[in-house]
């Protein structure tokens, strides 16, 4: 079954703290891979696509990495405008056009 | 302004009461899809469309329809709606090029009650 997990659930760092956020996914053929950023009240906003293993997108304090079987989203010294849930999402390619969502990393940046 | 733009934003409605909650893009995009959110089981897709005429289940399409009958239009109904599709509801679309793989653009959401 297509599945895609997000860890952590929540996160709170200190401003300018670095961490990663994981999304692991098992999909039986891969369209892309997406990180999109939602912040309480409004729809989610697009971030990054990744589409092959080895893949990388930077993004001022944001870095996607892909590989077979995973997706991290690196922050780097993050500021508490950074506060939001991102989200990883899979479109696969199996015979359908779904997307499947994980179900997102809370994160809190601390001043 | 490139936009999503969904109504109503609000809705409180009685279970069985037919509503429609419609969704309209200006992107000239060929794909769009309906999500609910839920707290704990994050984006669900509930109907997705290729192109006018062209639609299809994701995962969570039970008690749900939907048409496509222009490209900037993808209404979502719910023909006897129950309590348990309470929720928030996030429509999306894309452009669909190269076997797909763009990424969607999403509205601001409808949160549906249903008493």
């Known amino acids: 079954e297509d599945q895609v997990t997000q860890s952590p659930e929540a996160l709170r760092l200190q401003e300018g703290e670095s961490s990663s956020l994981n999304c692991s996914y098992t999909v039986s053929g891969l369209r892309g891979l997406f990180w999109y950023r939602q912040d309480p009240g409004k729809g989610p906003e697009f971030l990054f696509t990744l589409y092959s293993a080895g893949e990388e997108k930077e993004k001022e304090r944001l870095k996607a990495t892909l590989t077979k079987k995973e997706s991290f989203l690196h922050i780097t010294a993050p500021k508490p405008e950074d506060s939001a849930t991102y989200l990883c999402a899979v479109q696969v390619a199996s015979g359908t056009y779904k997307y499947i969502f994980g179900t997102g990393t809370r994160l809190k940046v601390l001043a | 302004e490139a936009q999503v733009t969904q109504n109503p934003r609000y809705l409180i409605t009685v279970t069985g009461k037919k509503l429609t909650v419609t969704c309209s893009q200006n992107m000239n995009h060929e794909y769009m899809s309906w999500y609910r959110q839920d707290p704990g089981l994050g984006l669900r897709q509930i109907y997705y469309?290729?192109?006018?005429?062209v639609t299809d289940k994701g995962d969570v399409p039970e008690g749900y329809k939907v048409s496509r009958k222009e490209k900037r239009n993808f209404p979502l109904i719910l023909e006897s709606p129950s309590p348990n599709q309470t929720s928030l509801y996030f429509c999306a679309s894309s452009f669909w090029g190269q076997g797909g793989g763009q990424p969607q653009h999403f509205g601001d959401g409808t949160r549906l009650s249903i008493l």
């Open positions: 469309s290729m192109n006018v005429e």
